[in-house]
Every structure is written in C-alpha cells, then in structure tokens.
C-alpha cells in the first residue's frame, strides 16, 4: 500500500482565486491520479499525471481550470483556478502501487468556494 | 458503454446479517473491479478486488461474486458489524482515449448496519 497526504484538508476560497492542493507520497509511484467528489456523490477522474510528461485530462477538464504540477516520483499539484460555487467538492489525490496496480487515495481536500 | 452502474443506493441490515452489494457494466474490456470503503470525511480505501478470469474472491468477511457472461460482480460482507457501516463504491478498470488506465466508479451504495 501507500501513504498519501494531502493538504490543506479543507479550504474556503472566495469565487475568482485559485487553490492549489498538494499530494505527497510515502514511496515512489509513477502514476497519479485526481479525482473530484462532490458531496454525496461518486468519483470522477479529472485527470492523469505521470512524472516527465504533461498531465492527461478526462472530458469536461481542462488544463486551464485544473493545471497539475508532477515534479518527482512522489509529490504532485492539483491547482483549482478561477473558482466559483460550482468548483465546491473533494478533491482527492490517488497513486497506482504494486504489481497488481492497486489504487490508493489520499485523506481529500473539502473545498468550499464562497 | 463506460458506466457501471451499482445498486441498491442504501443498505439496512441487521448486526450479524449479511450484507450484498451488486454491480454491473458492459465494458468487456474492464479488466479489474475493486471495491472501495468510504468514511465520512475519509478517502476511498481499497477493500477487496477481483479480476475477471476469478469467478470468486475472499477476503475474511467480505467475498467478491464475479459473473463474467452476465457481466456483473457483487460484494458480500457476511456478519456484518456497526463499524461496517459506510459508503461503498465498487468500480471497474478500463483505458482512456489517452491510452491511460482509468477506474469508473460506480454510484456508491451507503450501508447502515444496525443493532
């Protein structure tokens, strides 16, 4: 398994500034995911970062609204831009581990956009 | 063709009943279904998974049930206890248009177990 942290743990963001989430791992794994959870609801994949490449986007995400940092094997960036309401929701950091390519999860981010 | 669809949305059961969880997709190239347990305020954690050339899997209380022609998998948790109570998702591996390997999750199935 994996150790993931994720800060803040919670934010409230006023509409029109941006957020950046950070996603820290206890061992070097070279795939990483977001995902975005809103209240109640499922999971849904906002995009891909594998470290030395650009980040690969899920429809309805673009890099100008979510642009992802992926430095190293174990840190990543999640950047919330230009939020409103709307962009209220978890934001959860996953890693891909192990030779059965199982996905762990970070603790999430709450955001609250005012 | 993505979707997975899981049912029911909540779950009552009784301590010490069993407790059935039940997925279906129509992806036949989804290749791994893991299950999920959520807490409140917590991230998804990995329970159990299957891949589909396994008809079963155990794991202490909790079993996956995988029907590969019926495309259907479910989650058993037998003597089901109040720290069971939680949100369950169960999900399905397939691939991107990029190539990537990318979980669809299913809706999510709140369990209450109660005395």
């Known amino acids: 398994s994996a150790v993931i942290s994720q800060k803040p743990s919670r934010d409230i963001c006023q509409r029109g500034t941006s957020l950046t989430i950070q996603c820290q791992v206890d061992?070097?794994?070279?795939?990483m995911f977001w995902y975005r959870q809103q209240p109640g609801q499922s999971l849904t994949l906002i995009a891909t970062?594998?470290?030395?490449?650009?980040?690969?986007?899920e429809s309805g995400f673009v890099i100008d609204k979510f642009p992802i940092s992926r430095p190293n094997l174990t840190f990543s960036t999640l950047t919330v831009s230009n939020m409103s309401p709307e962009d209220s929701s978890i934001y959860l950091c996953?890693?891909?581990?192990?030779?059965?390519?199982?996905?762990?999860f970070g603790p999430g981010t709450r955001l609250t956009v005012t | 063709q993505q979707q997975v669809k899981q049912s029911p949305q909540s779950l009552i059961v009784q301590k010490g009943g069993i407790s059935i969880i039940n997925c279906a997709y129509e992806?036949?190239?989804?290749?791994?279904f893991p299950w999920y347990q959520q807490f409140p305020g917590k991230g998804p954690a990995l329970l159990i998974a299957?891949?589909?050339?396994?008809s079963e899997k155990k794991e202490g209380r909790f079993t996956i049930s995988f029907n590969k022609s019926a495309k259907q998998f479910s989650l058993h948790i037998m003597d089901s206890q109040p720290g069971d109570s939680a949100t369950y998702f169960c999900?399905?591996?397939?691939?991107?248009?990029?190539?990537?390997?990318?979980?669809?999750f299913g809706t999510g199935t709140r369990l209450t177990i109660i005395p």
């Open positions: 061992s070097q794994v070279t795939m």
């Open positions: 996953s890693v891909e581990v192990g030779t059965g390519n199982e996905q762990y």
């Open positions: 299957i891949r589909p050339d396994v």
């Open positions: 970062a594998n470290q030395g490449s650009e980040a690969t986007y």
């Open positions: 999900a399905a591996r397939g691939w991107s248009n990029f190539g990537n390997e990318k979980l669809t």
């Open positions: 992806n036949t190239a989804f290749d791994y």
